[in-house]
Every structure is written in structure tokens, then in C-alpha cells.
């Protein structure tokens, strides 16, 4: 089933309407979609490279909007909602245990899922559910979603299609190094 969900999404990256596809997947995939909007994104900007930063402004304000529903979700809505969600992706029994230092670490979390492969929707339902403030979990998503978009549609737009392959095997990975680096950086400049 998640390999047609894949196709269809695919698929709509053609369709005249791209762009209302594109905020709706982005919007959903915040807080329940297990495809990425990058699925999206990536054909879209290879067939017109002159919309990049349109396509990641779309998506950007929609996959932040649609963290607020996550946010949602895991405030008022997480023993009926969030927590199914969370276990069908693997996540629910580890919650109890992170969400006591899941706050502690609130900003770092938010950023990291923001910007890596890890499931965007997980941290937007753990921000409401532990409590974390809604404006630091807003900035947080308007800075790590705008990181990750924006990283895309500039790869996309200065090298088209020869970077493709770049940015869906290794573009994750890089963004876990980048953020390693930069914790590391701060956790120095702290204690040093």
C-alpha cells in the first residue's frame, strides 16, 4: 500500500495543480502522510527550475501549518490520535521514556526532525504532547523546515537532474552530519 501512496504522490508532481498537491502532502505529512514532500518537490523543481523558490515557500509554509495540526494532535488529542500514529511507526513505546527529557532537548529535537530522514510528524505530536512551548516549537519548524526545503530547491535549481541522485540518497545523511556538528559546536563553546 505505502509503494502506490508513493506512486500516486509521484504521480501528482505532473498534475496542473501540482502546487495544491504539493501544500496539501506537505501539510498532512506534519502530523500523519508517511510520504515526504520532497517526493513532490523534486520532479516539480527539475520541470521548472524558474518556481524552486516558489515550490519551497509552498511547502514550507504548509509543512509548518501542518505541524501546528501535530502539535495539536499530541496536545489534546494524543491517547486517541497521536499515540496510534506513533506506534504504527514504530515509535509508541519509546515515547514514555523520551518525553521526561524530550523538553530538555525540545529545540535540538525539533530541528533535527526537521532537517533529517527522521519522521517530522513524531516531533510535532511529542511538542504538544510533553508541553514544549508553541513558540519555540515555531520557530524551531519555520527554521529546520525552511533549511531543509530551501537546501533542496537551491540544489535543484543551480545543478538540475545530476543532483537528484544526491539529494534522495545522501542529502539525509548529510543534514544528521550538519546537525551533529552543529550540537557538537555548541555543546564546545558551552563547556570550553
Known sequence: ?????YNWTL??????????VLAAVSFIESSVFPIPPDVLMIPMILARPSRAWLIATVALVASVLGGLLGY????????????????ALGKGDAMAAFSTRFNDFGFWAVLTAG???FPYKVITI???WTGMPLATFMATSLLARAIRFFLVAALLWKFGAPIRDFIERRLGLLMI????????????????
Open 126 to 128: 511529542m511538542s504538544g
Open 177 to 192: 552530519v550538519f546537525v551533529v556538528l552543529l550540537f557538537g559546536g555548541f555543546y564546545l563553546t558551552r563547556f570550553l
Open 11 to 20: 504521480r501528482m508532481a505532473e498534475h496542473r495543480q501540482a502546487l495544491w
Open 72 to 87: 495539536a494532535i499530541g496536545a489534546f488529542a494524543y491517547e486517541e490520535i497521536g499515540l496510534p500514529i506513533l506506534n
Open 1 to 5: 500500500m505505502l509503494s502506490r501512496i
Open 115 to 117: 532537517v533529517t530522514p
